[in-house]
Structure formats: structure tokens, C-alpha cells
T-cell receptor, first 115, second 108 residues
Framework: DVKVTQSSRYLVKRTGEKVFLECVQDMDHENMFWYRQDPGLGLRLIYFSYDVKMKEKGDIPEGYSVSREKKERFSLILESASTNQTSMYLC??????????????FGEGSRLTVL | AQRVTQPEKLLSVFKGAPVELKCNYSYSGSPELFWYVQYSRQRLQLLLRHISRESIKGFTADLNKGETSFHLKKPFAQEEDSAMYYCALETSYDKVIFGPGTSLSVIP
């Protein structure tokens, strides 16, 4: 069974704080993704990474950064949290497009509230 | 621009009735399309992918490149089908984007 583990299920932070969301996978997948999930907007891609130290911006990267120092770990960083970043954050992993499988495996999510 | 749209936010059907969840996409390359489902208090998971041409839990989806659509269908809805459904597009650069989702409610 693929395991995608997000370290924090619930976080409450104050405006301006630096926030780290961690995601670890145990399946040796090349690709890792960070999405935020909001009612009515669905899942929006923040960043993704196709290899260690490689990253690509998604559709809403503003206010976020990422780090992938090891293949199994992908971190999302909010340098200065704002109230409009209150959301559910989902991490996902998968193999490359070339492998033609395409399935993403998701973590349970991290619900962040910024006060 | 790459985009996935799902026109219905909410869809309610009676048990035993047919279900169709609509999905349209825009992508200039060759699309890989998927349906994901999220049941209450569970993780998002893959339901089916167009390349497999499979039927999962009675659901099927056909890719129509002319209409740029990938609608999800089931002939007879069951109560356990109540969930949030997301259509997703994978580009040739490993980027996967999702639509806004449709919440399906099956009424007993």
C-alpha cells in the first residue's frame, strides 16, 4: 500500500507566521504535488516536483514556496501566513507521465487556519 | 491554457436513476484524463482513467476529443455513490490539474 503521510492534520497559526507543511511518501515516486482544496474551487495546484531539488510552479504559487531535498519528502512553506491561506492542503505523489499510469496517491490533508 | 471545468457543483439523483457528471477540458496537447472520488472522511482516490477504458463500480467515462469532454456515467445510482467527484487532466509535463468538483447526492 502506498503511504503518503502529512505530518500535521490540523494547524492554527497567526497572520505573519512562517508555516511548514511536510509530506512524506514511501513508494519511491518521482512526482510530488501540493494542492489546496477549497469548496467551490476544487483542487488548485500550488507547486509540483518531478525530481529532487526540482520544482515547478502550479496555478497559484504566490505566497508559497517548496523544498525537496530528498526524494521521499516534499515540504510546503508559507513564508508569512495570511488569512486567505486558510484552507485544506493536500499532498499527492505519482510516477511520471511517461509511465502512462497517471494515478496520484493523496495524503489525508492538513487543515490550516490562519487567524 | 490548460483548464478543467465541471459545470455542476451539486447533483442530486434518486437511487436507481442514471447519473451523468460532466467534465470539459482545454489542452492543446494529447490529454490524459481521470476521475477521482472523495467519500466522506476519506482520502481522494482514483476512480478511473480514460486510457484504461475500464468500468469501476459501474461507472464509465468516454473521452470525446471533438467536444473536449470526459463525462462520467452510471446507469443506476446507488446510495454509496454519494461523494465528491473531481475530473483531472494530466499534461505531458507531469502536471496534473483538477476541476472544481461535483458533489453527488443519491437520494434513497
Amino acid at each position: 500500500d502506498v503511504k503518503v503521510t502529512q505530518s500535521s492534520r490540523y494547524l492554527v497559526k497567526r497572520t505573519g507566521e512562517k508555516v511548514f507543511l511536510e509530506c512524506v511518501q514511501d513508494m519511491d515516486h518521482e512526482n510530488m504535488f501540493w494542492y489546496r482544496q477549497d469548496p467551490g474551487l476544487g483542487l488548485r495546484l500550488i507547486y509540483f516536483s518531478y525530481d529532487v531539488k526540482m520544482k515547478e510552479k502550479g496555478d497559484i504559487p504566490e505566497g508559497y514556496s517548496v523544498s525537496r531535498e530528498k526524494k521521499e519528502r516534499f515540504s510546503l512553506i508559507l513564508e508569512s501566513a495570511s488569512t486567505n491561506q486558510t484552507s485544506m492542503y493536500l499532498c499527492a505523489t505519482g510516477v511520471t507521465w511517461a509511465s502512462n499510469t497517471g494515478e496520484l496517491f493523496f495524503g489525508e490533508g492538513s487543515r490550516l487556519t490562519v487567524l | 491554457a490548460q483548464r478543467v471545468t465541471q459545470p455542476e457543483k451539486l447533483l442530486s439523483v434518486f437511487k436507481g436513476a442514471p447519473v451523468e457528471l460532466k467534465c470539459n477540458y482545454s489542452y492543446s496537447g494529447s490529454p490524459e484524463l481521470f476521475w477521482y472520488v472523495q467519500y466522506s472522511r476519506q482520502r481522494l482516490q482514483l476512480l478511473l482513467r480514460h486510457i484504461s477504458r475500464e468500468s469501476i463500480k459501474g461507472f464509465t467515462a468516454d473521452l470525446n476529443k471533438g467536444e473536449t469532454s470526459f463525462h462520467l456515467k452510471k446507469p443506476f445510482a446507488q446510495e454509496e455513490d454519494s461523494a465528491m467527484y473531481y475530473c483531472a487532466l494530466e499534461t505531458s509535463y507531469d502536471k496534473v490539474i483538477f476541476g472544481p468538483g461535483t458533489s453527488l447526492s443519491v437520494i434513497p
